[in-house]
């Protein structure tokens, strides 16, 4: 017998070797071997099995590291997937479906548990003023809780002597035990009962449940593999406004996998993966002597916390899995259900390679094992809506909150009537008056500055003008050191103005250069001396400890105004908070890319869902220079159809998802003109493979016609539009610059099968680097 093994280092290739009679019986697929390679010994994973092998003189298998398959071969198929489908290297797609904690195990599970740990103990008394280096190696040990002491010496690029010394002064225990270890396991947890669902409900759960109890019957009357049943997909979009009940139909679906002896995955974004979240899960499933139910994962987890949880789902003693992103690998067998919460949240794309988008992955792992798959959202990707309305997912709506409680009061503030010579204010009077009033009656404020992405739109402050591509209808961008504006689509370039284009305005300080978090604490606190106020953002949340502080003082009435970025948009429920203003809604809104419009209804839909939990009717003030955008018009009345009917009609003219897949090919280098000169090169390489039209036959900064001629090319793509080369929008960072092609086609699988070849042949300099990204979310 023969396997075909996967190896752990980076080779695009797959290697066979002899299974030795000794370890006959033991090799299955997905099983993680030793092998000899060159004068080495690796670590691989065995992809299949076979009688024979087109090469002669194999070697043999060394020997098998653990007990029990790491991967399933299930998992090991969804690997598979998306090497092909993302365009990456098998070995990449494996070593995402295999956590660290798994692969980094050296020898067997007992060897790995003799290893010693390192664990924080609560100070005793007054915490000790330590000398720096001490002091950064238990920041970081504190932070984890426990770790393995070898992970520290790594992390921390420090000796077993420091720690030995932090031991000394009792602040760690350095131990060879493995402790139980629930992350969560402080925390009392009350447990809770399935809720009467109201009828909206009722009728969502029902669907779900009968279509769960279908597969199933299915699978076990024919006892064959999923992949023979052609199952139908069973994907549903439950959408719902929040506060509508979601969860709790999340809660009574799994209730229903478990009666029907199936597992299941809950796929959270990993800033809603709080202690609040997950403690709902296990109220349910496992309080008292079922502990171990439910299984989190999340990044925060220590090497030892993840392997023990991994194993738990492993061996089946955990039967539900909640996690961010990288859960929907969890070996949970068989799969019943998978849940996305918050399914257009971006954080499911991975940004490194495989670039694969969790929610994606769930769909592809729900069909090849035949479990449902529920999406929920209060605001729906259009990909995902746009998909109910094609017939491929099934919409369930939950139209109403279920404490009948009203949305909460949006009102638009127009800056442009504030804009002065001196640059807009921060504060509208309208806001500073509704500030004032919260502060008199002790209410809370949240007020919401949104940062994200590094490139800004030209946007006059007086008239609201923003600088617009004429081929790509996107904002441009707007680069202050060359002071040029560019669209980093199609590469389209031009000066900037020196007075405001419109001719009705001709303001001559269109420069408009927005504010930060710290900007609006400062003026706060000239506005509101005797307020409260705290600020949120990356800047001051270094540790893990300072959000949760930050949210407990704001939650027991400790601070009055909140200020923060997007860490505090979503998932948190504060019934004294009764005002949320958004300082800049165009921040968000003029971002360069096709989904700033979408982003910006999200976003807006998602912070007014934080004001008006209690008894109170929330307000929300949203401040822009462009209040007549649909995307915060739609946003005001809660309409989330009216915005997509209107959003959709846009990406149809311009081809952009989802009518149409995009494939973003980055390229990279310190070398400016070697980055440019490598991605005409590519360009014409990718009309030759694709189109098969003679390069440079057009001139390159122009977009494609969408349809038309080209599909009478010989090429086999229909519709396929390659735009750019352009400069990113972000074209130099950390000293690279980066140029980048779009590709848009309507069936993405083809291409990636044609780009991997592509890929493979291409002759890059070797200090320009490609990164391929299927179906991005960030255009930067
Ligand atoms: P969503 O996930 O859509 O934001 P939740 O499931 O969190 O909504 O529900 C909001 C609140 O309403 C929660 O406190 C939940 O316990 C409660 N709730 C949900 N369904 C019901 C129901 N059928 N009857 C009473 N309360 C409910
Ligand atoms: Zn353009």
Known sequence: MIARVSLEIALRKEFDYLIPPGLAGQIEVGSRVQVPFGPRKIHGCVTALAEESARANLKPILKVIGAQTMVTPKV???????????????????KSVLPEAIRKKRGTEEG????????????????????????????????RREMLLTEVLELAETTAATVRKLEDRGLVEITSEISERDPYAREHILPSQPLLLNPAQQKALEEIKSRMSEIRNRKSETGSPTSDLRLPPSVFLLHGVTGSGKTEIYLQALAHALAQGQGAIVLVPEISLTPQTVERFKARFSSGKLQTLVAVLHSHLSTGERHDEWHKIRQGRARIVIGARSAIFAPVEPLGLVIVDEEHEHTYKQEEAPRYHARDVAIMRGEMEGAVVVLGSATPSLESYYNCKKGKYTLLELPERVDNQKMPHVRVVDMRQAAKEKGPPIFSPQLKEAITQRLERGEQTILFLNRRGYSTALQCPKCGFVANCPNCSLALTYHRIEQNL???????????????????????AIRFAGTGTKKVEETLAKLFPDARVRRMDADTMKRKDDYRKTLGDFRAGKTDILVGTQMIAKGLHFPNVTLVGIIYADLALHQPDFRAGERTFQLLTQVAGRAGRGDVEGEVFVQAFTPFHPAIQYARRHDFTGFYEQEI?????????PLSRVALLTLKGRNEDKVKFSAEHLKRELERALVGEKPLSRPPDTLSPPSGERD???GTFKNLIIAGPAPAPLLRAE?????????RTRTMSKLSQQLAKIIETLALPDDVTLAVDIDPVNLG
Do not use: D
Request: some cysteine; hydrophobic content about 35%.
């Open 735 to 743: 000293q690279f610059y980066r140029y980048q092609i779009m590709l």
């Open 649 to 657: 009609e846009f990406r149809e003219q311009l081809k952009y998802p």
């Open 76 to 94: 090991l198929q969804l690997a598979r997937w998306i090497a092909e489908y993302y365009c990456c290297a098998p070995e990449t797609a494996l």
């Open 486 to 508: 560019s669209c980093h689509i199609c590469g389209h370039h031009e000066k900037v103005p020196a007075v405001c284009p419109n001719p009705k305005c001709k303001n001559p």
């Open 712 to 714: 009478g090319a010989r």
């Open 112 to 143: 790995w548990k003799k290893q010693l740990f390192v664990r924080a103990l609560p100070p005793s008394s007054e915490f000790p003023k330590l000398p720096k280096r001490q002091q950064e190696v238990w920041n970081l040990i504190e932070e």
